[in-house]
């Protein structure tokens, strides 16, 4: 059913910390890696090993060039993976109802055996959060790990999202966003957590934290005054002497 | 937005083919001559013809077409499962009209009405799919359905054999053009989304932001599908040709001419082109905000 359910009691998604981020790629590969071979089809790749590779991904990570005026100039790696939608228009654009929201907990999903591969949802997607699978001509999005998080198989600490659990930074936090008490909603108070292009009227459920501010050093060549040492004493002396010849 | 011709061809046929069956089936009531016999079969056939070869088309643009069927189930949310309905209420409320009119005993005006309304509805509700998505800002706009309902009549009017009354509908697709070329030059930049707001980094960076690496080196299917960069030039000169050959000169032809095989073949051949030049423009100029990410537009 493409239609929204109500606002969720609980919104599960994922607080990402774009000051922590090393851009690594390590949750670009968990993420790849746990979803090559859980839900779903798998997550191809065409001409992988040839002159000009491309595939699949749920989670891609970018890197932004910050210069402000008045402070250190920055890189900040940037991941983006579906933000999970209060509003999501994804699901209320598909003919077939294969785009869905949980009701129960907020997560959008495919249902890939029902879904044409006519590409809408990506269409409607802001995030780019959405790519259509070349090999099995379905629509692959992030799952928030469903097949973990829910999972009594697996170890109690391995019951988050694969990006999660293997970041080596801890910049990606994992949590029930609809309950101010939880620690990402806490997280997202005490560090001004945002939503990603609000103006599209989507409402995320996934926050950033913005790069903490950094101060600037002031005197940016310190080793100059170095340069022009005028020697002095027997030195001096030496120099003159030697400068004479 | 890539121009895919498997969607350029499904919007430009399919578009023609229902003005036809609509204006066909309007026809009476608008006070046209019913034609029968050989006449009405031709322009029936041809309406049907263009209408599913659209319809063709647009089964290559789905990753999994054998699961069509599918797409009747969410008409309450989506404009796509809508159209799919509409498709089919239109052919089949056609289907009656066109036998008796090539039977050469017209049914009720009535029958023609209902089912020419439902023909050109199922334009409009194509257009509703692009003009719903907030995403494409040229798009999110009501020229769009304007501009599907103006190629659908002036090319049903042509093809019908309206002769110097389709003329009218063409002269206004021309201005109708020119107008969302303008408007749409404008909308990416008042939907206000930019690289700060996609990124949230507007306030860290205080004006200071650029891509400076994308998170892969190839191409990925966000940037075939949705990243299309158009030169200028090319597309001011195609913009020239969609609306020269498809309104300008057909409605000059079908004023000068005389009314006859001869100038309707002549002014549907330069519309048909013009559509094509145009939707290629529709989709080739249309920019999805997930470029920004890409730092592209
Ligand atoms: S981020 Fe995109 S794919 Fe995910 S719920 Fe929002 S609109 Fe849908
Ligand atoms: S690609 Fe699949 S999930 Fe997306 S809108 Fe089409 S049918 Fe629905
Ligand atoms: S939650 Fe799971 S599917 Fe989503 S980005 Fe992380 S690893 Fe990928």
Redesign the pocket.
């Known amino acids: 059913m493409t239609s929204l359910p109500p606002p969720p009691a609980k919104k599960l998604g994922l607080v990402i910390d774009l000051d922590t981020c090393v851009g690594c790629q390590a949750c670009v590969t968990a993420c790849k890696g746990w979803n090559d071979q859980g839900h779903g089809a798998p997550l191809s790749d065409q001409d992988a090993r040839g002159a000009d590779p491309s595939g699949t991904f749920l989670n891609r990570v970018h890197s932004y060039e910050v210069t402000p005026p008045d402070a250190a100039a920055r890189i900040v790696h940037f991941p983006r993976?579906?933000?999970?939608?209060d509003n999501?228009?994804?699901?209320t654009v598909c003919p077939t109802g294969a785009?869905y929201?949980r009701a129960a907990d907020g997560i959008?999903l495919v249902n890939e055996d029902a879904c044409i591969g006519c590409g809408l949802?990506?269409w409607?997607?802001?995030?780019?959060?959405?790519e259509l699978d070349a090999a099995a001509g379905v629509m692959k999005?992030?799952t928030l790990c469903v097949d973990r998080i829910d999972n009594a198989t697996l170890a109690e600490q391995d019951r988050v999202p694969a990006c999660v659990r293997t970041c080596p930074t801890g910049a990606r936090h994992f949590g029930d966003l609809a309950d101010p008490e939880s620690a990402v909603s806490r997280l997202v108070a005490e560090r001004g957590g945002y939503e990603l292009m609000p103006e599209q009227g989507?409402r995320?459920t996934?926050r950033y934290l913005p790069p903490r501010p950094r101060d600037r050093i002031d005197d940016e060549a310190p080793l100059a005054p170095l340069l022009d040492i005028r020697p002095a004493g027997l030195a001096g002396w030496l120099d003159r002497v030697l400068g004479r010849l | 937005m890539h121009p895919a011709p498997s969607v350029i061809l499904f919007t430009v046929l399919s578009g023609a083919g229902f003005g036809l069956l609509g204006l066909l089936g309007l026809g009476p009531a608008l006070g046209a001559a019913p034609s029968g016999g050989l006449a009405a079969l031709l322009l029936w056939g041809l309406g049907y013809a263009l209408a599913g070869a659209g319809l063709i088309a647009s089964g290559f643009h789905l990753g999994r077409p054998e699961r069509a069927l599918r797409a009747f189930s969410q008409w309450r949310s989506s404009w796509l499962s809508r159209e799919a309905w509409a498709t089919v209420a239109a052919l089949l409320a056609s289907a009656p009209v066109a036998l008796a009119s090539i039977l050469g005993r017209p049914l009720p005006v009535a029958a023609g009405l209902v089912s020419g309304l439902i023909c050109l509805a199922t334009v409009l509700v194509t257009a509703m799919i692009y003009a719903q998505l907030k995403t494409v800002p040229r798009w999110h706009h009501w020229t769009v359905p304007a501009l599907f309902a103006g190629f659908a009549l002036t090319g049903g009017a042509i093809l019908a054999g309206f002769g110097p009354f389709a003329a009218l509908p063409a002269l206004a697709l021309g201005a109708l053009m020119i107008l969302a070329f303008r408007i749409g030059d404008g909308r990416f930049a008042a939907a206000g989304s930019t690289l700060a707001t996609a990124t949230g980094l507007g306030p860290a960076a205080g004006g200071g932001l650029r891509s400076f690496a994308p998170p892969h080196t190839g191409s990925n299917y966000l940037m075939r599908e949705m990243i299309h960069v158009v030169g200028r030039r090319h597309a001011r000169r195609l913009r020239r040709i969609a609306v020269l050959a498809g309104a300008v000169l057909p409605a000059l032809i079908l004023a000068a001419l005389p009314a006859g095989i001869l100038a309707t073949a002549l002014a549907a051949i330069l519309h048909l082109a013009g559509a094509l030049a145009q939707r290629w423009l529709f989709f080739a100029e249309a920019e999805h905000v997930v470029g920004l990410y890409y730092g592209a537009r």
Do not use: E, M
């Open positions: 993976s579906c933000l999970h939608c999501a228009p994804c699901v785009s929201k959008v949802c990506a409607a997607c802001p995030y780019g959060a959405r999005k992030c989507t995320p996934n």
